[in-house]
């Protein structure tokens, strides 16, 4: 039985938990707000807000969420907000929906939805009210008639509204500004009675695993509904990110991409950290896509698998009797979507050593659209420079094999090498010899052996070519 709250309602259902939220909430519940568009989290349509019950008991913490990938069993103990459950009875708009309305933001209104509730989650965030913030809590979101200047100056006009919004305990203020209505005080003490503990593995593991569902439930919908699962997005033993006494940085596998960014401890360690993963997807996907999903999904063009082969991650993978084993990410990939795992394993926590003085770590990604978007090609790099000697390198790239691929001949060659132009060409010799890109939508042959021969000369503008 899954129990959650649909905006002001307690739900109790047996439905399938590999099922998409999008589909109870419209079908079962007939809550017609929310849309159906892409339904591969892409256009924003059918976004609503997840609220989690934090560590205090006190406080919900929510986030936007496409429910078109997002799977019912993860609502569990959460408070899920549709747009119907934004409004106060008398029907008057929220200031976001009237922004949107003072500012022509909507045209056709069928995406409309998914911004307000995108601005909404942003209202109800601890994140500062600016207006690039608040920009950016639309980056999930498309609409094809209306554009985006109208939708930018509503964000404005929201920026300077929200600028009274109390730095702590801001709910009742947004409740009194109509933001919300007065039931989400409520919310805090009907999740804490919903609490479970923490599910623990089972003796053997279900056929599928399920995280933060945004590559399964887009592929394999109907596949995943119609089979058992293992939930893991909510095990609080997987997520999380720490240093331990060595230097060594930890992740737990359902470590979330928003965490990732959101983190102090990566920021301080990756100078430019968050605008890479900036560049990851956009705000709602981030909130739900897992570290291990995106490696285990196995895409050539993972944007975190670039990332974190080039800082030499080791993952640890657990079998159903509890026996761990650590494999460098590097030999995780065995050929096109084959992994060298075995079939009762999970992988259960990810781990770097931290850069140290001297070392640096850069990304770069090219793709049609600057975010929300797959890449052409990504490419990331880890450096050891010193007195303009390369002393050690490791260079990944995607789009341009059948697996995420670490450079290792181009990461050899530049070891020893001064950072020059002729240690680039050189480099680049070897790099192209090692690639094997196809052309598809994504571009020719010739121009992504061309974009990543570029996005080798970022990595090394970034040490002083």
Known sequence: MIEFYLNNELIQTAAAPGSALLDFVRYDQHLTGTKIGCREGDCGACTVLVGELAADGHTVHYQSMTSCCTPLGNAQGKHVVTVEGIN???????????????EGGSQCGFCTVGFVMALTGHSLSEQPATPPNTRAAMDGNICRCTGYKSLERAAETLSQQLAERPATNALPWLSQQQFVPEYFQEIPA?????????????PSYPPTLLGGGTDLLVQRLAEVRA????????????????????????????????????????????????????????????????????????????????MFLALGAELTLTDATGTGRRLPLRDFYTGYKQLAKAPDEQLTEISFAAPLPGEVFHFEKV????????????????????????QAARVSAGGVGPVPLLLRRTSAFLAGREVSADTLAGANEVMQSEISPIADVRGSVEYKRLLLRQLLTAHLLQVGL
């Open 88 to 102: 106060r009875a008398s029907g008057q708009l929220t200031p976001v929906q009237q922004a949107i309305v003072a």
């Open 190 to 202: 009907q999740l804490a009675a919903l609490q479970a503990e923490t599910p623990t593995l089972p």
């Open 227 to 306: 089979q058992p699962v293992q939930l893991v997005f909510d095990q609080r033993s997987r997520r999380g990110i720490r240093q331990e006494a060595g230097g060594r940085v930890v992740l737990g596998a359902a470590t979330t991409a928003t965490h990732l960014l959101e983190s102090e401890l990566l920021r301080g360690l990756l100078p430019g950290w968050e605008n890479f993963l900036k560049l990851v997807s956009s705000t709602p996907i981030r909130n739900m896509g897992t570290v291990a999903g995106n490696f285990v999904n196995a895409s050539p063009i993972g944007d975190l698998t670039i």
């Open 367 to 390: 793709s049609k659209r600057q975010y929300l978007d797959i890449a052409s090609v990504n490419s990331a790099a880890w450096l050891r420079v010193e007195n303009g000697i390369i």
